[in-house]
């Protein structure tokens, strides 16, 4: 197998590639997206890295598969060139999500309030994750006013911000922390 070149140089003028070959500047929208995509599977790396059960890094492993084929789809201008079938966010991919926050919040005491980030490690790091995702999402939602952006995505993203709280919830228990209640009196 060849070595691959780690860098070409066809970068240093502040443009970049895309899926297909176009050149855009890396201030692009695009770039922005799948930028801020890479940052959240990052994170989520680190999140696994800490957790200790395993149907839940099951399912942050399936995540950060999907966050791949998230930053190739945006990475692809699909007006001039089409989608590779890994890049494709399915409705059978936004399900699993949706079972899975079905499933882990059905074990959870209900909300008395506001939940601040915190209570444990672990949870902590799954409201970064959380908030990483609602900025991803945002630039997507930025990108998709001016691109084609599949709407798959864009859902598949707001449900995944809903399963880090939920995840982060769950660690708080798991970790036998305390879930930070916002104290709306608190001067």
């Known amino acids: 197998m060849k070595k ?7 970068g240093d003028r502040g443009t970049t590639s ?20 890479d940052e959240l599977n990052s994170f989520t790396g680190l999140l696994i890295t800490e957790i200790g059960d395993e149907e839940t890094v099951d399912l942050l492993q399936f995540i950060q598969h999907k966050l791949f084929a998230v930053g190739s789809s945006l990475a692809t201008e699909t007006e001039h060139v089409s989608l590779k079938s ?32 915190g209570g444990c490690r672990t949870a902590a790091l799954a409201h970064v994750c959380r908030t990483v995702c609602r900025r991803a999402e945002r630039e997507i939602c930025r990108l998709a006013v001016e691109s084609q952006v599949d709407e798959n995505v864009l859902i598949f993203m707001n449900r995944l911000s809903d399963l ?24």
């Open 4 to 10: 691959s070149f780690l860098y070409t140089g066809g």
């Open 18 to 37: 895309l899926v297909g070959g176009q050149r855009v500047s890396k201030t692009h929208p695009r770039l922005d997206a799948y930028g801020t995509v």
């Open 86 to 117: 890994a890049s494709l966010i399915t409705s059978g991919h936004i399900r699993r999500l949706e079972e899975s926050i079905d499933r882990i919040d059905s074990r959870l005491p209900k909300m008395t309030g506001f939940v601040l980030p």
């Open 164 to 187: 880090l709280f939920i995840i982060a919830r769950s660690e708080c228990i798991r970790q036998k922390g305390s879930e930070i209640i916002w104290d709306n009196a608190c001067s």
